[in-house]
């Protein structure tokens, strides 16, 4: 990422920013205020440190088990060795501190990152660690603290800034959320994530054109943030441009938008284990990355071959890559495996279902809904493979329970309504379509195919 100089006023802002934070430098209860220049001075009492020990593993995966046994062991090394200097055992509690966070042991890690922040004062990534931490236990007001000690030892640190305004904003404090955000714009003018940030700030401080100019300055930036689309929706509303706001509502989506952050990458890749390997593929899958997701799930199914939902994420991955068959491979060898799997049979249907195989497609979301019956997407795809087979009465029970079971499922609305126009029933059609416009009034397309139902308008429709 391109870094500008220092800006002018950082001083100034960093005053202001301690103020928001609740005083100037805050530091964590019980342990002691020191300088950057005290852990040159030596570590301070062991009285001082918490103390850290092996939490009950038995929950983890074993490979997960022997990497926090081996950085337990360096820390407790370099305790017995009495000359250690405080950097090197600060920087050993922060290591140990990381891979009990990443297995979600956070009262132990919070001893850790506490302590090396005590031994090694000037370094940012502990509190930053720390801000992440209580930002993942939903403890927002200590977040915001750690994140405002990080950005005092680092000021151009964009993903403190970033996190810094998010916690913020999880607060109800538009206004200091706002201020972090611009101090980041001053630094990158084109982060998406600082523009959304202003953006949604704006808005909680019912200023809807600010937001509306900010929001549309991320969505220029990144075009995948479809997150964004809510919120840019519910500002064109307040300002009374409807149809603005009607389309925003039709792209919305969960693209979110993440500065680039090299210290939470780091700990993302800690765990060596199947979940760790899923969560990170699923990541890249988000970010549209393929070839990168491929590799975190095969990895993972180096360590557990039989895990169905690891193979079904990796045959995903090559679909989306644009590897059919071998997606359908990985679906098959799952099914080899795991023959009650319904997401394999499901994507199986998909991909079936896409090369206009509907009649096999059929059979394999059939599968899924057997093996899953509150599998609603497996149903909807059943109910339109029989649909468009000429199945269409068999169809029909399928979207009755889908719209019943979940009324916010607007495309079982959509084929309900399609079926029964085939079958000449329009006014029940009608009737459907009335009843989801009830539910979905944010959903056009609802109106425009009811408007479409009238007359012999209708019957045309039953070729649509």
């Known amino acids: 990422m391109k870094r ?10 960093t005053c202001v920013l301690a103020t928001l934070a609740g005083g100037c430098g805050p530091h964590a209860e019980g342990i002691p205020t020191t300088s950057v220049h005290e852990s040159e001075r030596g570590a ?15 929950r983890l995966a074993e490979s997960v088990q022997d990497q926090v046994r081996e950085r337990y062991s360096l820390l407790m090394e370099k305790l017995e060795a ?63 603290e750690f994140f405002t000690r990080a950005f005092e030892l680092r000021p151009t640190h964009l993903p403190t800034l970033v996190w810094l305004g998010e916690a913020y904003l999880d607060q ?56 964004l689309h809510y919120p840019l929706a519910m500002a064109y509303r307040r300002l009374g ?28 890749g800690l765990l060596q ?48 890559a644009g590897d059919a068959r071998g997606a359908v491979e990985q679906f098959e060898e799952t099914l080899r495996r795991s023959p009650e799997f319904a997401k394999a049979h499901f994507g199986l249907g998909m991909i079936l279902d896409l090369s206009g195989r509907h009649q096999e497609a059929a059979e394999r979301f059939s599968a899924a809904v057997k093996y899953r019956p509150d599998y609603l997407e497996a149903r909807l795809g059943l109910a339109d493979a029989l649909r468009v087979t000429g199945r269409v009465e068999e169809s029909l029970p399928h979207y009755q329970q889908i719209v019943t079971t979940d009324p916010g499922f607007a495309e079982a609305w959509i084929g309900f309504a399609m079926a029964l126009v085939h079958l000449e029933r329009y006014q029940e059609a009608r009737d459907r379509l009335t009843e989801a416009r009830e539910v979905l009034p944010d959903r056009p397309e609802l109106a425009d195919l009811l408007a479409r139902l009238p007359g012999a308008v209708g019957r045309a429709f039953a070729n649509f």
């Not at 301070?44 to 038995?58: I, K, M, N, Q, T």
């Not at 990534?125 to 403890?139: A, N």
Request: aromatic share 8%.
């Open 82 to 144: 009495r000359r250690t200097p405080p950097v090197e055992l600060g920087n050993a509690y922060g290591e140990l501190g990381l891979i009990l966070m990443a297995a979600e042991y956070y009262e132990a890690a919070a001893a850790c990152y506490l302590n090396a922040q005590a031994l090694v004062p000037s370094a940012m990534r502990w509190p930053y660690y720390l801000g992440h931490l209580y930002r993942i236990k939903g403890e927002g007001a200590k977040a915001a």
């Open 273 to 320: 284990s199947t979940q760790a390997y899923e969560v990170r593929g699923l990541r890249e899958l988000e970010n549209g990355r393929w070839a990168a997701a491929e590799a975190l799930f095969r990895t993972g199914l180096e360590l557990a071959p039989d895990d169905p939902a690891l193979r079904q994420r990796l045959a995903t991955a090559l679909f989306m």
């Open 172 to 227: 109800s404090r538009p206004e200091a959320a706002e201020l972090v955000f611009i101090q980041a714009l001053s630094l990158e003018p084109r982060l998406a994530a600082a523009l959304s940030g202003v953006g949604r700030a704006a808005f909680a401080r019912q200023d809807a054109a600010r937001a509306v100019e900010y929001l549309e300055r991320a969505l220029s930036v990144d075009e995948r943030a479809s997150s």
């Open 44 to 58: 301070p009492e062991a009285e001082a440190l918490r103390a850290v020990s092996l939490p009950d593993l038995s």
């Open 4 to 13: 500008r100089a220092r800006p002018v006023g950082l001083t100034a802002f």
């Open 241 to 268: 441009e409807l149809d603005q706001a009607e389309a925003h509502l039709r792209q919305r989506g969960n693209g979110t938008l993440r500065a680039p952050d090299p210290l939470m990458e780091e700990y993302a």
